[in-house]
């Protein structure tokens, strides 16, 4: 194959990047390299390329090792310096090569339906967070955040990333606005998931899918349609903080957001939303077979105290305690409860009495919800009141 001298270097810049990432343990379990060297070889099969590089690619199938990560997310990823070395060698045709990890993920029902470096904080709230690679921010976003934030993550990649960002917003039609914010990936070549995503939000894609105006090498969202693009753009606002690492910027901004809050979106798959079931009371009272609690605060003594009877009104145990968990800890591990609902009535009376033995209100035990009078007890107990 005859290059010209200019060629014939970026050429071997190619192969020598190559062998930097086959050297490298963190690249052999990336998914981006593993990407880059199936590519390559369903680019250059036998035959076809420099045979230089056929064989480079060869021996780098050897180097890689059990994929750990899709990318790790490097400040200058390798794998694009392959592809633009060897796109100034051989032509455009390289440059469309895929170089990071694009499978489509399996979606999970629930929200959010797509995995991710995220952590949910609530559902019914519309701002979420998206610290690009600043980890210790999105802990501290979680730490601090309030009622309007629904959800803290990462993003490392201008398309996976951004592409299941997307799903995973339009996934819940309270969220409004991404906050960007964070370092933007700071490769001389690579990913700037940051830059792409605000791009996205004012220009778009074209009609390849690539993000207009996006400056990353691989800003492609190919396993999302033109028609969940649209929709993200015009549903949720992108506030563009990218660089702010200040996380109190970031939580003002988040309130700025939801005092704004334009109310629900219109949701792009109904079929997808999580919907809330209305509340309702039990048509019927079923008694614990187990047997039925009363709640007594004793004030005298800063305690609670918790007598469970057998149904034929034996009393088989009493459990004392300064707190609700103190109480319903032995209870449940002695098996004197064996119905849920029954569970989540003890919580709420005992969790009712520890209020009441802290502000010193008087505490009178209510029936269960749907009974007129209590199946589990004297209406009063308030001992040394
Ligand atoms: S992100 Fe790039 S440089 Fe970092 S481990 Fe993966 S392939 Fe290697």
Known sequence: MNLSREKEQAFKEALTY???????????????????VVALGQAFPAGVGPQELRETVEAAKLCLVERQYDCLGCEVCIPPLVVNALTQALGEAVADLEVCPTEKVEERRGWPPLPGA????????????????????????????????????????????????????LGNPHLRFVIVCGPDSKQAVGHYPGQSLAALAQQGIDDRRRIIGARGRRPLLKNLSPESVAHFREMVEVVDLIGETDVTQVLLA????????PGLARPFEASSILAPVPGYLPARMVSDPAGYFVVYVDR?????????????????????????????????????????????????ELARAEESLRVGEPFVQDAAPELASSACGPACHEAGA
């Open 18 to 36: 190559l062998q930097e990432a086959m050297a490298a343990e963190k690249c052999q379990a990336c998914g981006c390299f593993h990407q880059l």
């Open 118 to 169: 995220y952590q949910v904080l609530r559902y019914q709230a519309p701002v979420a967070v998206c610290c690009l690679t600043a980890e210790d921010l999105a802990a501290a976003v979680v730490r601090e955040a309030g009622p309007e934030i629904a959800i803290v993550g990462t993003l490392h990649t201008e398309n996976l990333g951004i592409e299941r960002l997307i799903q995973n917003v």
């Open 254 to 261: 988040a309130n700025q957001c939801a005092s704004r809050n």
């Open 300 to 348: 005298s003594r800063g305690m609670l105290s918790l007598e469970h009877y057998l149904n034929d009104g034996v009393l088989d145990t009493v459990i004392e305690g300064a707190t609700a968990a103190e109480l319903y800890t032995p209870a449940i591990d002695r098996g004197l409860i064996s119905r849920l609902d029954h569970a989540a009535y003890l919580g709420r």
